[in-house]
């Protein structure tokens, strides 16, 4: 783009060499100067505790008593047997299909209509992001008052409908309601911001030849709109899954009585993470051993739900340009 | 499916984006109305609550509408000889913390994402993968040997151990990286490089610039995410040095229950938070549309 | 020059950005590894998990020791005692004194090079001061003295006069106490409250309430001599499960968990009429319902005494004042204070000397209208037998207390509960 003369060209040539040797090996250095900040830290404070875990996982380490034996993977034998880790894998999973398929739908939806010629459109939108901004501790003591059994607004304005009041945290399903409204709630309006961008991106002519078709803007939306999301739509499903499946302090925060972090006294909401937790740090066991071994299926469970999820959403139709 | 005949002449009359796009009916605001209250009604009845005295929590029918107390709660909020936990520390805790981590990422994830996105070299492709299965572990599995770590490191109860562990974000990277790919076309670099500038020049000065939408957007949910963080700090700070959340979750947890005093320190620690919101969202939000994040 | 360099002041304004950021980091380490202050003085830290009535102590100990600045901490029972074990596992975090209360005392001193033996310290001498089991319970396997007694939890019930009045059930003391000599009669008496109550009201808190005061009175409970976990075989933990589960299913309980919020607001609301009182719940009960001053008496426990509670305060090792915070935790556990404490929050010294004293035996608790408190407790606690704790007390407690919920939500039957129950046991110990 800058001119040379000939002169020039000769007179810089031996500077060049020099500084394209320079540049040859900034180019190749360079990429891996960049990333290596990322992956220094991961190593540091992700990648070796990650390790020990693993370690820790083979022996039955408890916190207050020094002595560590090597146990193989009788913890995980052990898990594999533990009735109380599949009852809070299957919480797990049903809280997080609760929250996030209507979650995510609701989001789409939000973020069409967000998409719309709208007064006040900045607005809306900000409003949307307004639970981001509460943060969990006071979402969760809010929703637990909101929920609770005999003071609750919830069961207030059932009792204006004329239902009956319902133990939200001590019922099962209830337990799951409760939390997978808190999950969507405060997840809803961030992906619907998220698709709302992605939307951004389409291209008005597809919509304007869909309306030739006679397609009504539902038609619209499912025929031109959603394909076209199909890459945000998988980015937001494995976000979603990987931080539903590591669902904690909405579940923790929710119990009456935290000393146990047992998820109600039937366990019907403690999710896994909250399991790990009772075994490491809550009550006399402080067992760290087995914490470590849930921590890995937790790990594996998450990857393979991942993966899952990324191989069904996928299957949603894409669109030729 | 609809598809464009390539070629093909529009003869239709030009109407409206609006209807193109889905008009924006009665029914839309209607929802959106909605939708807005109900986003906003915790905040709203968490202030409330602030407002009153300890009765109006457990009152029936609930109570709705803001009391008188709240000036006499915030007194009572920042007397450390009535609360459990200093409340003050805290706001200045998680404000430190929260910058810097923010900054920190926003940086670090730039850098790495203008370099996956942009320079070639070997194992590029799997060492994007492996940055997005850094995601996949869950933050509770390392918390033991971490919090050993910062023992070791003297770090434990010091502001260093929740802002070094934060300082990368993989999710940072990976949304650095897609937004580059797609929005700082390479002749700019190319004419970076031919002004004489080294890589970290081309970083300065083209890839900086060019992705201020997707960094606000970056920073302002890096920020909202640190200040909100509660699992780790709660670990490795406990109530003594503490950050916000840990503030209100110890003020929760106190021997005698007064939730206008809880929810009163929950509704200072969204505050600064709402501001740093109010204020840059807007900027942040037009932003989005205009930079178009792709997934 | 290239339209896309930035212009000098942008980077100006970026460095300065830069200069801010590394400043609020470096103010953040100064400011957190900043200490009081000036050298001489020393800050002592007390880590408790509820309200001890010590604050006029501090005072009066920081008057006559200038150069002692004394820190108090409260954090709740469960969180205190998990991040108590932690920062002894990790060495460093912990407070100069911390309380452990009896249920977990049995598993701190099981690791007894973790904390200071107080006996090195001088407080072998004191020994005499105590209840001579409240000493022995804190002396670790290898003859250590971990920790000085605070209060002990002797039993009482407390009750709702307005309450019992409108459910036709008899107010003054003396007529309530002899209407329940035995836990069966307590129960059968809750049934008559249940028929005339008024709307709302139940008998009793919670149903894991009356089960702790139950086997507050057993010696052996969960554990025998010989640290063996007995729950399964010992009957009478069996018999105290059974008289519980009488009143859950009479619907004698308000089902509600003991110290969450919805029981602190029971308080309030005076959704129940008794519940099981040890010296200790008293100042909770004046700190929760501060309105319903005058409305409770305390009548006394089915079965006699009994212990419910009382903590220790122990020095931790890894603290760099081990000296001046046995100085004061001397302090805080000397008969005076412990007579001051009981004015102020009700609980129970563990200083038999006390129970002799005039001051205490006639302390009357005006927001218990006028209860003999001083004469109830104190007779309470001379019928006292030591239990046996074990290392995993605290569990067992939790398992118990959601085996209990789960029959007052209608979750399991009793027998069905009870068998989990058995099984949660065998897990953990």
Request: glycine share 8%; proline share 5%.
């Amino acid at each position: 783009m800058s001119g040379q003369t000939a002169v020039e060209a000769r007179v810089a040539r031996p500077r060049r060499t020099l500084r394209s040797r320079v540049q040859r090996v900034d180019s190749s250095v360079s990429p891996y100067l960049y990333i290596s900040p990322f992956f220094i830290l991961f190593a540091i404070f992700g990648l070796f505790p990650l390790g020990y875990t693993a370690w820790v996982a083979l022996t039955d380490r408890t916190l207050l008593n020094p002595d560590t034996h090597f146990v193989g993977l009788l913890n995980f034998t052990n898990l594999i047997h533990d009735s109380y880790f599949w009852n809070a894998v299957e919480n797990t999973m049903a809280i997080w299909l609760i929250a996030t398929v209507p979650q995510l739908l609701i989001a789409l939806f939000l973020a069409h209509l967000l998409n719309a010629k709208l007064r006040a459109r900045t607005f809306f939108r900000m409003c949307v992001l307004l639970p981001q901004v509460t943060s969990l501790v006071a979402v969760s003591l809010i929703f637990t008052q909101l929920f609770s059994r005999q003071y609750g607004l919830v069961n207030y304005g059932l009792g204006a409908f004329g239902a009956s009041h319902v133990d939200w945290e001590s019922g099962r399903l209830s337990s799951w309601i409760a939390l997978s409204v808190m999950v969507t709630w405060r997840w809803a309006g961030y992906n619907a911001l998220i698709y709302l961008a992605a939307m951004q991106g389409i291209p008005e002519e597809l919509y304007e030849a869909a309306a030739i078709d006679g397609a009504k803007s539902w038609k619209q939306f499912w025929n031109v709109t959603v394909p076209l999301l199909r890459p945000t739509i998988i980015f937001t499903v494995i976000v979603s899954t990987i931080g539903g499946l590591q669902l904690f302090t909405e579940p923790y925060l929710f119990e009456p009585l935290k000393q146990g972090a047992t998820g109600g006294s039937a366990r019907q909401y403690q999710t896994v993470v909250m399991y790990m937790y009772e075994k490491a740090f809550a009550g006399t066991q402080f067992n760290f051993g087995y914490a470590a071994a849930i921590g890995w299926a937790i790990f594996l469970l998450i990857a393979v739900i991942s993966l899952i999820n990324f191989l069904i959403v996928r299957r949603i139709r894409s669109v030729e340009h | 499916m609809a598809t464009v005949a390539h070629g093909e002449r529009v003869r239709t009359r030009r109407r409206p984006l609006s209807r193109r796009l889905g008009s924006a009916g009665p029914f839309t605001y209607l929802f959106l109305i909605v939708v807005a209250v109900v986003s906003a009604f915790p905040l709203y009845w968490s202030f409330v609550i602030a407002s009153h005295d300890n009765s109006a929590v457990s009152a029936y029918p609930p109570v709705l509408t803001p009391g008188h107390e709240l000036f006499h709660n915030l007194g009572r909020l920042f007397n450390s000889g009535e609360v459990n936990v200093n409340f003050w520390t805290a706001l200045v805790n998680s404000t430190i913390v929260a910058s810097v981590v923010t900054v920190s990422v926003v940086f670090f994830s730039a850098l790495a994402g203008f370099a996956f996105a942009k320079l070639r070299f070997r194992g590029c492709s799997f060492l994007l993968v492996a940055v997005i299965g850094t995601m996949l572990v869950p933050v509770q599995l390392g918390v033991i040997p971490l919090y050993i770590e910062m023992v070791h490191l003297g770090w434990a109860n010091h502001l260093q151990a929740v802002i070094a562990p934060n300082l990368a974000a993989a999710f940072g990277v990976f949304l650095m990286r897609q937004y580059i790919v797609g929005s700082v076309p390479n002749e700019l670099i190319d004419a970076a490089r031919v002004d004489g500038c080294y890589t970290f020049g081309v970083f300065w000065h083209v890839i900086l610039p060019a992705v201020r939408p997707v960094a606000a957007v970056l920073g302002l949910l890096t920020f909202m995410t640190t200040w909100n963080d509660f699992f780790w700090p709660l670990v490795v700070l406990g109530p003594r040095n503490p950050t916000v959340q840990v503030a209100v979750s110890t003020l929760a947890s106190g021997y005698v229950q007064d939730y206008a005093l809880v929810l009163t320190g929950t509704f200072v620690s969204i505050l600064p938070l709402l501001v740093v919101f109010l204020v840059l969202g807007r900027y942040i939000i037009s932003g989005i549309m205009r930079g178009a994040v792709k997934g | 020059m290239s339209k896309h360099l930035k212009t000098p002041r942008r980077r100006v304004t970026t460095l300065a950005a830069a200069l801010v950021v590394l400043g609020l980091v470096a103010a953040a380490m100064v400011a957190s590894t900043a200490s009081g202050g000036r050298t001489d003085k020393v800050t002592l830290r007390v880590g408790l998990f509820g309200d001890f009535g010590y604050h006029d102590l501090y005072t009066k100990y920081e008057a006559t020791h200038p150069n002692i600045d004394i820190k108090e901490d409260i954090e709740s029972y469960p969180d205190h005692h998990s991040n108590l074990a932690k920062h002894l596992a990790v060495g460093s975090g912990a407070d100069d004194i911390e309380s452990v209360e009896v249920g977990f005392i049995a598993q701190f001193k099981s690791q007894p090079n973790l904390f200071v033996n107080l006996n090195k310290m001088g407080a072998k001498s004191l020994s005499k001061q105590w209840l001579d089991w409240k000493w022995r319970q804190s002396i670790a396997p290898n003859g250590a003295q971990i920790g000085l007694g605070t209060d002990v939890g002797s039993l009482a019930i407390c009750y709702r006069r307005d309450l019992f009045k409108k459910a036709g059930l008899p107010t003054s003391r003396a007529a309530v106490s002899a209407l329940w000599p035995t836990w069966q009669k307590f129960v059968a008496v809750g049934k008559r409250f249940q028929k005339h109550a008024p709307k709302g009201v139940s008998f009793i808190d919670s149903g894991s309430n009356v089960f702790n005061a139950i086997i507050g009175q057993l010696n052996p409970a969960y554990y025998d001599s010989h640290g063996k976990v007995v729950v399964g075989s010992n009957p009478k933990v069996k018999s105290a499960w059974s008289a519980t589960m009488q009143a859950v299913q009479a619907h004698e309980s308000a089902g509600l968990a003991a110290f969450s919020n919805d029981w602190n607001t029971g308080y309030k609301k005076g959704t129940f009429a008794t519940v099981t009182c040890p010296a200790w719940m008293m100042g909770y009960i004046q700190g929760q319902a501060p309105k319903s001053k005058g409305k409770w008496d305390i009548a006394s426990v089915p079965g006699g005494g009994g212990n419910w509670g009382g903590s220790f305060l122990t020095v931790p090792k890894q603290g760099s004042h081990t000296k001046e915070a046995y100085d004061l935790a001397k302090f805080l556990t000397s008969p005076a204070s412990e007579a001051y404490i009981f004015k102020q929050t009700g609980n129970l010294p563990s200083q038999p000397a006390l129970y002799k004293s005039k001051a205490i035996t006639s302390f009357k608790n005006p927001f218990f209208n006028n209860a003999p408190v001083g004469k109830i407790f104190t007779d309470s606690a001379k019928k006292l037998k030591p239990q046996t704790t074990g290392p995993h007390q605290g569990d067992i407690q939790t398992a118990v207390s959601n085996a209990i919920q789960r029959v007052e939500q209608h979750k399991q039957s009793p027998d069905k509960s009870w068998k989990q129950f058995l099984k949660d046991v065998k897990a953990v110990a």
